[in-house]
């Protein structure tokens, strides 16, 4: 377990200011948030680099805030590497490792078997990061910190050391935590996700409730949200949610039906917010649209006409003009080619009331 | 297309000329430095090389020199490198006071280096007294020569030790606490070796400096001589028919460590990530 609570550290004039969350034992733990936002001194601050000024963190059950670096059985593994240039290669993964058993298996499960060879000068910035990687991972941590570590790799070599850090991360029980600018690389590999701004850690949860659920708009926008619509909520007490089909339970745990107005639109979801201003998020994944009215649940149904096309590879981004609101949805590009979709097209957007996130 | 030509052609003129200007200010400044040197050691070389067999003065002088100049060169390793480590790694308060002391006696006249130095060391202060008592007389010794040469070349190597372990980001050391390293075995076993050729060049330059310092040894120990004193002395008694040959072989000297800089520079790499 990675439990960092109130964590504040300074490194030069960056301030990291009551940094909470947990990552349970044997999890794996990814850190989101804009370049500057502090993941790396958060990281750091964990790893005993930079010191903490305030607050607790503890790994597994110790409280290890005051731990010398050397004593915290974690490794590091930086976006460049940090290699040793006056050592070899293998000298370099046999540096710190648990065995010498322990580094040749690294080297090789990393692919950095192939590079023992070579002077670390001469190495590309992927095969810097396999052997940082390999060299981390020899020493046998309990706890693993990486910071953007699969950045420099190709696609193909990137999938591949990502499958290979997930799989020893599942073997050894490793906690495992890493800094990534990558949403999909976050929601593929991660069991909770933090999200940081400003050396504050705005939320953190399951990619899934991160994702789906931002705790505000910016945490929304920063995560890629196509549809942040301003608005007011209303509460509808008095309404019997016939409409909230198959989202009954939610009700039946104090979920309440709303109503939100954003200008021309008038949104329905189900919720527990407070009456007021704030902010719907709709993902672009869950609008559906079609030529016509749809025949399913969906609750929420706007006509409008395609403003915008673009093709991103298998995936189309469609905007749907409703009354002078901006409506994204994301579909295939196939399914796009399907409904027949061009610009001024009279199309169906719709969604359901629990696709529409209030912050 | 002729527009495009007419509005080039005026402003390359003032280009081409103050390319000319800074080819012939460069060419003008670099003969004005390597001319000197160059008749210096064409006019004694020869001479000074052959007075080597048959002068004891000459060789014992410039023994001495190398002697003291090494010994002065690792005292200033020994001290300044810390000293450089935590300049160059440490946030604290007074830390730019303290870059400013150490640069401090680079700015000051040599003589009145060695004058500040005879105060602290002569046989009338506190200090020198104490060292007298103990045997250690300063003043008038190779021991003066040695301080001399500490107090005046030191700075530089710690100037360029610091700019050796500023070069090496502190995330190697980081790496190796990770990897399970004290701080000093990290220092010991990565930034040490990462800036071992930055060390070393500034141990170059700083023992080049003691070697041709004359104004703080001849305040503090005018014998027995070193080179550059006794290249003085034979000018003055003897005129600059019998300095030439000194002069010539100190120039000379000079190339050893300009050598051992080049070739330190020359493997010199950027210590990459």
Same mark, same amino acid.
């Given at each position: 377990?990675?439990?960092?609570?109130?964590?504040?550290?300074?490194?030069?004039?960056?301030?990291?200011?009551?940094?909470?969350?947990?990552?349970?034992?044997?999890?794996?733990?990814?850190?989101?948030?804009?370049?500057?936002?502090?993941?790396?001194?958060?990281?750091?601050?964990?790893?005993?680099?930079?010191?903490?000024?305030?607050?607790?963190?503890?790994?597994?059950?110790?409280?290890?805030?005051?731990?010398?670096?050397?004593?915290?059985?974690?490794?590091?593994?930086?976006?460049?590497?940090?290699?040793?240039?006056?050592?070899?290669?293998?000298?370099?993964?046999?540096?710190?490792?648990?065995?010498?058993?322990?580094?040749?298996?690294?080297?090789?499960?990393?692919?950095?078997?192939?590079?023992?060879?070579?002077?670390?000068?001469?190495?590309?910035?992927?095969?810097?990061?396999?052997?940082?990687?390999?060299?981390?991972?020899?020493?046998?941590?309990?706890?693993?910190?990486?910071?953007?570590?699969?950045?420099?790799?190709?696609?193909?070599?990137?999938?591949?050391?990502?499958?290979?850090?997930?799989?020893?991360?599942?073997?050894?029980?490793?906690?495992?935590?890493?800094?990534?600018?990558?949403?999909?690389?976050?929601?593929?590999?991660?069991?909770?996700?933090?999200?940081?701004?400003?050396?504050?850690?705005?939320?953190?949860?399951?990619?899934?409730?991160?994702?789906?659920?931002?705790?505000?708009?910016?945490?929304?926008?920063?995560?890629?949200?196509?549809?942040?619509?301003?608005?007011?909520?209303?509460?509808?007490?008095?309404?019997?949610?016939?409409?909230?089909?198959?989202?009954?339970?939610?009700?039946?745990?104090?979920?309440?039906?709303?109503?939100?107005?954003?200008?021309?639109?008038?949104?329905?979801?189900?919720?527990?917010?407070?009456?007021?201003?704030?902010?719907?998020?709709?993902?672009?994944?869950?609008?559906?649209?079609?030529?016509?009215?749809?025949?399913?649940?969906?609750?929420?149904?706007?006509?409008?006409?395609?403003?915008?096309?673009?093709?991103?590879?298998?995936?189309?981004?469609?905007?749907?003009?409703?009354?002078?609101?901006?409506?994204?949805?994301?579909?295939?590009?196939?399914?796009?080619?399907?409904?027949?979709?061009?610009?001024?097209?009279?199309?169906?957007?719709?969604?359901?009331?629990?696709?529409?996130?209030?912050? | 297309?002729?527009?495009?030509?007419?509005?080039?052609?005026?402003? @390359?003129?003032?280009? #081409?000329?103050? %390319? *000319?200007?800074? /080819? $012939?200010?460069?060419?003008? &400044? =670099?003969?004005?430095?390597? !001319?000197?040197?160059?008749?210096?050691?064409?006019?004694?070389?020869?001479?000074?090389?052959?007075?080597?067999?048959?002068?004891?003065?000459?060789?014992?002088?410039?023994?001495?020199?190398?002697?003291?100049?090494?010994?002065?060169?690792?005292?200033?390793?020994?001290?300044?490198?810390?000293?450089?480590?935590?300049?160059? @790694?440490?946030?604290? #308060?007074?830390? %730019? *006071?303290?870059? /400013? $002391?150490?640069?401090?006696? &680079? =700015?000051?006249?040599?003589? !009145?280096?060695?004058?500040?130095?005879?105060?602290?060391?002569?046989?009338?202060?506190?200090?020198?007294?104490?060292?007298?008592?103990?045997?250690?007389?300063?003043?008038?010794?190779?021991?003066?020569?040695?301080?001399?040469?500490?107090?005046?070349?030191?700075?530089?190597?710690?100037?360029?030790?610091?700019?050796?372990?500023?070069?090496?980001?502190?995330?190697?050391?980081?790496?190796?606490?990770?990897?399970?390293?004290?701080?000093?075995?990290?220092?010991?076993?990565?930034?040490?070796?990462?800036?071992?050729?930055?060390?070393?060049?500034?141990?170059?330059?700083?023992?080049?400096?003691?070697?041709?310092?004359?104004?703080?040894?001849?305040?503090?120990?005018?014998?027995?001589?070193?080179?550059?004193?006794?290249?003085?002395?034979?000018?003055?008694?003897?005129?600059?028919?019998?300095?030439?040959?000194?002069?010539?072989?100190?120039?000379?000297?000079?190339?050893?460590?300009?050598?051992?800089?080049?070739?330190?520079?020359?493997?010199?790499?950027?210590?990459?990530?």
């Amino acid at each position: 377990m990675i439990e960092c609570r109130a964590l504040c550290a300074r490194h030069g004039s960056f301030r990291l200011t009551d940094v909470s969350f947990t990552v349970p034992t044997g999890a794996y733990g990814v850190v989101i948030g804009p370049a500057g936002s502090g993941k790396t001194t958060l990281l750091e601050t964990i790893a005993g680099i930079v010191p903490a000024t305030a607050g607790q963190l503890f790994l597994h059950t110790r409280d290890a805030t005051q731990l010398a670096p050397e004593s915290r059985g974690l490794g590091l593994v930086y976006q460049h590497g940090y290699l040793f240039a006056h050592l070899s290669v293998a000298e370099n993964i046999a540096y710190g490792a648990a065995s010498p058993e322990a580094a040749e298996e690294a080297a090789r499960r990393f692919g950095a078997d192939a590079l023992t060879g070579r002077p670390v000068r001469a190495l590309s910035g992927g095969e810097r990061q396999l052997v940082a990687l390999a060299r981390a991972f020899a020493r046998r941590p309990s706890f693993i910190l990486l910071d953007e570590p699969f950045s420099a790799l190709d696609p193909r070599r990137r999938m591949i050391v990502r499958r290979e850090v997930r799989a020893l991360h599942r073997a050894w029980g490793l906690t495992t935590l890493q800094v990534t600018h990558d949403f999909t690389e976050a929601g593929l590999l991660g069991d909770v996700a933090i999200l940081l701004d400003s050396g504050r850690a705005l939320q953190s949860g399951s990619p899934e409730d991160v994702f789906r659920r931002p705790a505000s708009r910016y945490i929304a926008e920063f995560l890629g949200a196509e549809n942040v619509l301003a608005g007011n909520v209303r509460v509808l007490d008095d309404v019997a949610p016939d409409w909230l089909e198959g989202e009954s339970a939610e009700i039946a745990h104090g979920y309440r039906a709303i109503e939100f107005t954003s200008g021309p639109l008038t949104l329905y979801t189900v919720g527990d917010f407070p009456v007021g201003d704030g902010y719907a998020v709709i993902r672009a994944e869950e609008i559906v649209l079609s030529p016509e009215a749809p025949v399913g649940s969906a609750r929420n149904r706007f006509r409008g006409t395609v403003s915008e096309l673009a093709t991103l590879g298998a995936l189309a981004r469609v905007t749907v003009d409703v009354n002078g609101v901006p409506l994204v949805a994301s579909l295939t590009t196939r399914s796009a080619k399907e409904l027949a979709l061009a610009t001024g097209m009279p199309v169906t957007a719709s969604f359901k009331a629990m696709a529409v996130h209030l912050c | 297309m002729p527009t495009a030509t007419t509005q080039s052609t005026p402003s @390359r003129a003032p280009q #081409r000329i103050a %390319a *000319v200007f800074a /080819a $012939l200010a460069s060419s003008l &400044l =670099l003969l004005f430095l390597a !001319v000197p040197i160059g008749k210096l050691v064409v006019s004694g070389g020869a001479a000074g090389i052959r007075q080597l067999a048959s002068d004891a003065e000459l060789r014992g002088a410039l023994s001495l020199t190398a002697v003291t100049a090494t010994v002065a060169t690792l005292l200033g390793v020994l001290g300044g490198t810390p000293l450089a480590y935590v300049l160059a @790694r440490r946030d604290f #308060r007074g830390r %730019a *006071v303290l870059s /400013a $002391l150490l640069d401090l006696p &680079l =700015l000051i006249p040599h003589p !009145v280096a060695g004058i500040a130095l005879l105060l602290l060391l002569g046989r009338e202060s506190a200090l020198g007294g104490v060292l007298l008592g103990a045997g250690l007389r300063v003043v008038g010794t190779p021991l003066g020569i040695v301080a001399a040469m500490l107090f005046v070349a030191a700075p530089l190597f710690i100037s360029g030790a610091r700019e050796a372990f500023a070069r090496v980001s502190p995330r190697y050391e980081a790496v190796a606490r990770t990897l399970g390293d004290s701080p000093w075995r990290a220092f010991a076993r990565v930034t040490l070796p990462l800036s071992r050729r930055g060390l070393i060049a500034s141990a170059v330059v700083m023992w080049a400096r003691a070697v041709s310092e004359f104004g703080a040894i001849v305040v503090l120990t005018y014998n027995p001589k070193v080179a550059s004193v006794l290249s003085y002395d034979r000018f003055t008694s003897f005129g600059l028919r019998e300095a030439l040959p000194v002069a010539a072989v100190l120039a000379l000297l000079a190339l050893i460590p300009l050598t051992a800089l080049r070739t330190l520079r020359g493997a010199d790499e950027e210590v990459a990530p």
